[in-house]
């Protein structure tokens, strides 16, 4: 199954959109998306300032999973990521932490070929991962520029193929929706873009009955870890770590004195992303030691 962004994007989650599709549970649907400015600036010769700045950060969606209720989890496995031949970047006065020290917007092109992006005469290696990624909110709708607890604009570069991200549903159908993919993008996203670039992403989406979840948790081959998004970094990588350590303290036979010692022992406080209106952190488990505990979350 494929949806095109010619179907339907949002600006926002919100509770109150029309789904463009419905799928059932255990669906995998390959999801088409603009880059986070719409596809407007396709060269270096393009006016930044000139672009509608109110088409930044289209999700491709929402898409109404059946049977997923508010309580439920959405269960979220990325298959694949394919992206275009070209990104772009952008820096200018106000964007990201170096906003103060730049007079005037400014965007690069930069070409992706052979599993690099070209940098000047650079070679990056290309990192794929979503930008934007989550359901619809409990309340009010928030902007895809915003993360928060229903996922949204987390830049968290662990979102990539293999991974799998479990979301809390808030709303009857999930009404989920991705965008603002990377062809590359480091942890903080310190200039407030990543190497923006058009593609695809293939995903099974599924729902987990029985589980309470207050924020996304991802899990990939070697880790688990908590994702939490706040008004301050500090708060946002406390609440991350709290979080986890309770998670396990709750599934295994170890109080939480012990699990605390534990998670400072083996757990990492990592950056996501410093530059949106929310900070996001994570706070990453590795697998064996969840294996060694007995500990499961979502089986």
Not at 25 to 46: H, L, M, P, R
Not at 48 to 70: C, Q, R, S, Y
Request: net charge negative; proline share 5%.
């Amino acid at each position: 199954m494929v949806v095109g962004y010619e179907e339907g994007i949002i600006y926002d989650f919100n509770k109150l959109h029309e789904p463009i599709r419905k799928v059932p549970a255990g669906s995998t649907v390959t999801i088409q998306t603009y880059d986070c400015f719409q596809n407007q600036i396709q060269s270096e010769q393009t006016e930044v300032t000139a672009i509608d700045w109110n088409k930044i950060n289209p999700a491709t969606g929402p898409l109404f999973i059946e049977g997923a209720m508010p309580g439920d989890v959405l269960k979220v496995k990325i298959e694949r990521i394919d992206i275009g031949e070209q990104g772009v970047m952008v820096v200018g006065p106000d964007l990201g932490v170096m906003g103060h020290a730049l007079s005037k917007m400014e965007s690069k092109i930069l070409p992706i070929r052979d599993e690099h992006v070209q940098f000047n005469n650079l070679q990056i290696p290309v990192n794929k991962m979503i930008g934007v990624i989550g359901v619809a909110p409990e309340g009010e709708g928030v902007n895809c520029g915003t993360p928060g607890a229903h996922g949204g604009n987390m830049d968290n570069k662990m979102v990539t193929e293999g991974a799998t991200l479990y979301f809390p549903v808030f709303a009857e159908g999930a009404l989920f929706a991705l965008g603002d993919l990377h062809a590359a993008m480091g942890d903080g996203e310190v200039s407030v873009s990543g190497v923006e670039v058009a593609g695809e992403v293939t995903v099974t989406l599924d729902v987990i009955k029985g589980v309470a979840l207050r924020h996304p948790m991802l899990e990939n081959e070697e880790v688990f870890s908590q994702i939490v998004s706040a008004p301050t970094l500090d708060e946002a990588a406390k609440t991350a770590a709290v979080g986890m350590i309770e998670r396990i303290a709750d599934k295994s036979s170890l109080p939480v004195s012990e699990v605390t010692m534990l998670m400072s022992a083996v757990g990492q406080s990592e950056i996501c992303q410093i530059v949106d209106p929310l900070m996001t952190a994570r706070f990453v488990v590795p697998k064996w030691v969840l294996d060694q505990l007995g500990v499961t979350f979502f089986e």
